[in-house]
């Protein structure tokens, strides 16, 4: 039988990583990768006892299904040339496709939320527990994971309701405390390069022909960020004059709740969006917290 190969977006989160593998499961299918995955998914992974899934590289011609996204500037090269026969996912809509798609798309704070939601009864059909508790694991951790342990913006009650349901399943009593342990299994940045902690988590947008590049990390303390701050303005602004239009970092500190925003570009239209003046390249934005629904809707006004 041919494969179909289930895989989530470039820069490969925890939500993107695990609601592969979880769909995967659910449906027979093998899940990819479009990347390295990142030391939280990681330890995610090594928790529940799941493979890595393998990378892909050109899916042209393949028969696929999207997961947390559906931008193909987000998807695997040779997307063009993909038969797509489903996408699932929590993102704003940037998809055309010649033949018709199922296409499950919700305002969740997660995939991995839309997965536990809608299969639910796949998932309780399947015989094997050792496999359900995975398929479980994975599913909170990756809700976890995206809604920043509930406190990004994007967090719906219906995220908050089914992973307390899956954490009841999987054994997990302090799930607050398993979600911050997943944040910090990320590490402290200090000692990494520039370009490793803005680029391992970074998608591209197309605003109104404009290309914009949006990197983001979590992180527990904003001072490691600001002894790096003008190695990271440096990094940006080089990225910028290759590539885009505009380059924007966000630092998220999970515990303060807000972030320090950077970016590379035409000030006014930054400062326009946020509607905040900039010392420099660089601003704290309290609350700040989600790039999907505060930073790039602000921006794609603005251009
Ligand atoms: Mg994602
Ligand atoms: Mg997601
Ligand atoms: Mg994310």
New binding site residues.
Partial sequence: MEEIYVFGHKSP?T??IC?AIAYAKIKNLTPARLGEINEETKFVLEKFCVEVPRPIENVGGKKVVLV?HNEFQQSADGIEKAEILEVID??KIKFSCDKPVKFLTEPLG??ATLIAKYFESDIEEIKDTDEKKKIKGLLLS?ILS?TVVFKSPTTTEEDKKIANDLAKAVGIDDIVKFGIDIKKAKGSIGGKPVESIIMADFKEFDFNGKKVGIGQTEIVDINEIYEIKDQISKFLENLKNKNYEMTVFVATDIIREGSELFFAGDKSKIEKAFNTKFEGNSVYISGLMSRKKQVVPNLQQVF
């Fill in positions: 989160d939500d993107t609601s947390d929590h993102h997660s995939t990756a995206d």
